[in-house]
């Protein structure tokens, strides 16, 4: 599908002014971008170009009715100077389902793919070297049509843009601290909380907001019919270590399907750790944690890879995990998951995708 390719370069690349030593999270983008249209029911015209502004009809219906997902994974430079991107393949699938749930065209494994490899390759001098840093893979399918109607639109764009960051939180693996959000909602049962919709994250803003004000990284979301049970946070899934067995919420179509996560609970039951996917009530975290048996806590996502979490702030308390550091479990699988990534520890799974740098 992309025998077509057409490649326009940066007259000069920006790769002088990039200081990798103090790398941020998404402000900073690759010299390129990779896009496709579609129109006529069909994905057509692979395009490598410039990175930069893109102009849109101001009717379109991503602006209008919020017609647009994205998803977001990473490549690596590894010890070895080879280039992985990590389980390219579970973000591809994710998107497909996040595109159907709100009308879009899925993209094909060929574009999505093909995009990926291209771009990663041609910008590879983007690509960080140290623990914990990536190449950001930031790929986007929104509406490309202006109209008022509520209904699908029938032309659309696939846009790959990347841009080299550190973890999403902190690179040294300080802490976060949570709160709970009591009140408002992520998401409800049949609705698009298992989607990467970008109208999920606009409605986590104003309650991420208060938390921020208040000195909180996060909120800790609860379900959206009873306020009971805990869901996730928003830019990561949230595990608890109770005693020894390992606990995260299941996936009943309120919670994102993280990477991440998925990789985490592999990994978990390969050491033999026990491991529960289920409800778990909040009421069991605070009851937990009065009995020392909240050993640790930590939230897992593809931006913010293993974040050890230290505090969690509910119902007027503050439940304090691990003396507010990383748990030693917490800081294994951060260990393992980029030891995978970096080339560095065996890779039992095939997650990674080499990529040909040439
Ligand atoms: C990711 O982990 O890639 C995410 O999508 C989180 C992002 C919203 C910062």
């Known amino acids: 599908m992309l025998d077509n390719l057409e490649i326009t370069r940066v007259a000069e690349s920006r790769i002088g002014s990039v200081d990798f030593e103090n790398l941020g999270f998404g402000n900073l983008f690759s010299d390129h971008m990779f896009s496709m249209r579609y129109e006529g029911g069909a994905w057509r015209e692979p395009r490598i170009l ?3 502004p893109i102009s849109i009809d101001p009717a379109n219906a991503t602006l209008q009715y919020a017609q647009s997902v994205f998803e977001g ?3 690596f430079r590894g010890v070895d100077g080879k280039v992985r991107v990590f389980r390219p393949d579970m973000n591809l699938a994710r998107m497909r389902t996040s595109c159907e749930r709100i009308c879009i065209p899925p993209p094909d494994e060929a574009m999505f793919m093909g995009a990926i490899e291209h771009l990663v390759a ?3 001098a983007f690509i960080p070297s140290k623990r914990g840093q990536a190449l950001y893979i930031r790929p986007i399918v929104f509406s490309d049509e202006g109209h008022l109607e509520v209904r699908p639109s029938t032309r659309y764009r696939f846009l790959v843009m990347t841009g080299p960051v550190r973890a999403y939180f902190d690179a040294s693996m300080a802490a976060v601290a949570l709160k709970v959000e009591e009140r408002q909602t992520r998401a409800a049962p049949g609705g698009v909380g298992f989607a990467k919709t970008g109208g999920n994250y606009a409605a986590s803003l104003r309650p ?6 208040e000195g909180y990284a996060q909120v800790l979301w609860l379900d959206g019919v009873e306020h009971r049970y805990v869901e996730e946070v928003g830019a990561m899934n949230i595990f608890f270590r109770i005693d020894d067995t390992v ?5 009943q179509g309120t919670i994102l399907p993280g990477v991440t996560r998925d990789s985490v609970l592999t990994l978990l039951r390969d050491r033999g750790i026990e491991v529960e996917e289920r409800r778990i009530a909040l009421d069991e975290i605070v009851e937990a944690s009065r009995r020392g048996r909240l050993r640790e806590a930590f939230g897992a996502g593809t931006a913010a890879i293993i974040a050890p979490v230290g505090r969690i702030a509910c119902r007027g308390e503050e439940l304090v995990v691990a003396n507010g550091e990383s748990g030693t ?5 951060y260990e393992a998951i980029t030891g995978i990534q970096r080339g560095e520890v065996e890779d039992r799974h095939g997650w990674n995708r080499l990529i040909d740098i040439g």
């Open 122 to 124: 041609l910008d590879q």
């Open 50 to 52: 410039p990175y930069g």
């Open 73 to 75: 994974l990473k490549a």
């Open 247 to 251: 606990v995260t919420p299941a996936l």
């Open 208 to 213: 991420g907001e208060s938390a921020r004000a």
């Open 329 to 333: 479990l917490t800081r294994e699988l």
